[in-house]
Nanobody, 118 residues
Framework: QGQLVQSGGGLVQPGGSLRLSCAAS????????IQWYRQGQGKERELVAV????????NIADSVKGRFTISRDDVTSMAYLQMNGLKFEDSAVYYC???????????WGQGTLVTVSS
């Protein structure tokens, strides 16, 4: 059916870095666009970054430009979100997402909490 399992995240001080990982299984990972979303407490889910099947970054939120980088490794079926220069407002639950797996199934990771705090 398709599954995404996330790892990484945690507590970090402002200005610090974290890398989120997303391990895919059950579908041809290299054939799909990968997206990262986040949802802060009391906020709507926000699209953070998108990478296409060619490894090109197609979209990244203005709020994270220059600080976050999305990448993928099709050999290991992994996606990553490298987050540098973290700010308080980056605190959120982060999700990896692959739309329309097998043509009809939206697959979400389980979410991972990132807390930026001093």
């Amino acid at each position: 059916q398709g599954q995404l399992v996330q790892s990484g995240g945690g507590l970090v001080q402002p200005g610090g870095s974290l890398r989120l990982s997303c391990a895919a299984s059950g579908f041809a990972f290299s054939s799909y666009v990968i997206q990262w979303y986040r949802q802060g407490q009391g906020k709507e889910r926000e699209l953070v970054a998108v990478i296409n099947t060619a490894g090109e970054i197609r979209n990244i939120a203005d709020s994270v430009k220059g600080r976050f980088t999305i990448s993928r490794d099709d050999v290991t079926s992994m996606a990553y979100l490298q987050m540098n220069g973290l700010k308080f407002e980056d605190s959120a639950v982060y999700y990896c997402f692959v739309p329309r797996v097998h043509g009809y199934l939206d697959v979400w990771g389980q979410g991972t909490l990132v807390t930026v705090s001093s």
